[in-house]
């Protein structure tokens, strides 16, 4: 059974970060530590449990003071969000998702990825402790070697449309994140956010899963922004939410072999 490495990772954290500057000369990000005493919070309780959940919702709305709630998570500097309920606002979310999702199924380097990325069965999952676990997103386990075949003749646009129609439509909404500028500060700013509303929403025992079709194809983008009136502002990320009972969940490196 593949198990959350995170709680190990995040139960006893050393450091805090307390500044972070970026340097637009060299191209990189320059993050400042220091030791620090780890500060309980709602939202830190929720480190280990936070995950992607790629399934099914129970379609329920939610409490008025709960869509709040993660509004106010995700603003920033420079980001805000938006937050999409209504019927007919969810349907229109789903046209572009579509859209998008059929110029992305039709790319061979984007189907490329996917299958790289998509971890089939519990063992390929322990050995390289990353990727998207098969059973996280509902799916049975099989071999690679079979898994990279199915794959293969069912990934079909209508495939995916149906499966993203039925995971929109049972979600309670939909939260765009927006950033007032295309540069390297609120790229960074907006993944700051994310974090803040994907905690927010797991201390609240909601899910959460990205649908960002509309925002990774240029040209959906441009008309998403245009559906939305964000006149000079940028969609960046398109988070549906709900609840349902957690999932599977995929492994992740442990921080020392990430962090040097």
Not at 97 to 122: C, H, M, S, Y
Not at 246 to 251: D, F, H, N
Request: net charge positive; aromatic share 6%.
């Amino acid at each position: 059974m593949v198990r959350n490495t995170q709680q190990r990772i995040w139960s006893k954290p050393r450091w805090q970060a307390v500044s972070m500057r970026m340097s637009m000369q060299d191209n990189a990000i320059a993050v400042a530590f220091v030791d620090t005493t780890p500060v309980r919070s709602p939202l830190f309780e929720a480190i280990p449990n936070r995950q992607c959940s790629r399934s099914i919702y129970d379609g329920h709305p939610l409490a008025a003071k709960d869509l709040r709630a993660l509004e106010d998570a995700a603003h920033h500097d420079g980001v805000h969000a938006i937050v999409l309920t209504a019927t007919p606002e969810i349907e229109t979310v789903l046209e572009y998702v579509t859209r998008a999702n059929a110029i992305q199924i039709g790319d061979p380097a984007f189907v490329a990825e996917l299958k790289a990325w998509i971890r089939f069965n519990e063992t390929e999952a322990m050995r390289t402790g990353d990727g998207l676990f098969s059973r996280s997103t509902g799916n049975p386990t099989v071999p690679r070697w079979l898994g990279t075949r199915l794959l293969r003749a069912l990934l079909t646009p209508k495939s995916e449309n149906d499966k993203c129609a039925k995971q929109l439509r049972s979600s309670a909404g939909v939260i765009v994140v927006v950033s007032d500028a295309n540069d390297q500060q609120h790229w960074i700013e907006v993944g700051r956010s994310y974090e803040r509303l994907a905690l927010q929403a797991t201390a609240l025992g909601i899910r959460t899963a990205f649908l960002n079709q509309p925002v990774e194809v240029g040209t959906v983008r441009s008309q998403f922004a245009k559906w939305l009136n964000l006149g000079g502002r940028r969609p960046d990320l398109v988070v549906r939410f709900g609840r349902r009972p957690e999932m599977p969940r995929s492994l992740r490196r442990p921080i020392d072999h990430v962090l040097v």
